[in-house]
Nanobody, 122 residues
């Protein structure tokens, strides 16, 4: 199965941008659907953006027009470009993968990594 490591988080001002990266290994990356998720204090983990093996995308309403998910199969990496960041985007961000698009969309995946912290504050 694919192993994933998130990076790119940090502290950013409202209105700023970050690009998160999710590097994969241990499986055939290109056949997996990929997702970015976040969990804020006191809240459930939620899907932020997903991308299928064929390139279809889904976004949470709260990030549409601001975030873009993309993948580079040659680099075994999925990205989340985050623009116009807001304080409510503050959370730990996780990536995950599965051959099932439905599992990515629902987040019903067995293993989660450490994530990367994104803090949006002035």
């Amino acid at each position: 199965q694919v192993q994933l490591v998130e990076s790119g988080g940090g502290l950013v001002q409202p209105g700023g941008s970050l690009r998160l990266s999710c590097a994969g290994s241990g499986s055939i990356f290109s056949i997996n659907a990929m997702g970015w998720y976040r969990q804020a204090p006191g809240k459930e983990r939620e899907l932020v953006a997903g991308i299928s093996s064929g390139g279809s995308t889904n976004y949470a309403d709260s990030v549409k027009g601001r975030f873009t998910i993309s993948r580079d199969n040659a680099k075994n990496t999925v990205y989340l470009q985050m623009n116009s960041l807001k304080p409510e985007d503050t959370a730990v961000y996780y990536c995950n993968a599965d051959q099932s698009w439905a599992r990515v969309l629902t987040g019903l995946i067995d293993y989660w990594g450490q994530g990367t912290q994104v803090t949006v504050s002035s």
